[in-house]
């Protein structure tokens, strides 16, 4: 009796599995390039001198819609507070 490996994916679960991955791997692309962008309008408004409360600080960073983390890095450079962001 021999003993060896067994492939037990079919090529369809390979395949179903291989998707999963993929679009896994870029949902959490995604998800760092809405961090990094939060993270930058925090930094951003702080290297200003600005202080960022808790409450702003969480909506920047709860917020997932990568348009508008982009406008906000923008607004960053020429608001006259941290509230003016959301304007």
């Known amino acids: 009796m021999s003993v060896g490996t067994y492939d037990w994916q079919s090529d369809f679960a390979r395949e179903y599995v291989g998707i999963g991955r993929e679009e896994g791997r870029e949902e959490g692309r ?17 290297a200003r001198g600005f202080e960022v409360s808790d409450e702003v600080r969480r909506r920047i960073e709860s917020c997932d819609d990568l348009d508008t983390l982009e406008t906000w890095v923008r607004r960053a450079a020429k608001v006259d507070g941290p509230e003016e962001l959301f304007d």
């Not at 961090?35 to 925090?42: D, I, K, Y």
């Open 30 to 46: 995604e998800e760092g390039r809405e961090e990094g962008l939060a993270q930058s309008v925090v930094l951003f408004l702080d």
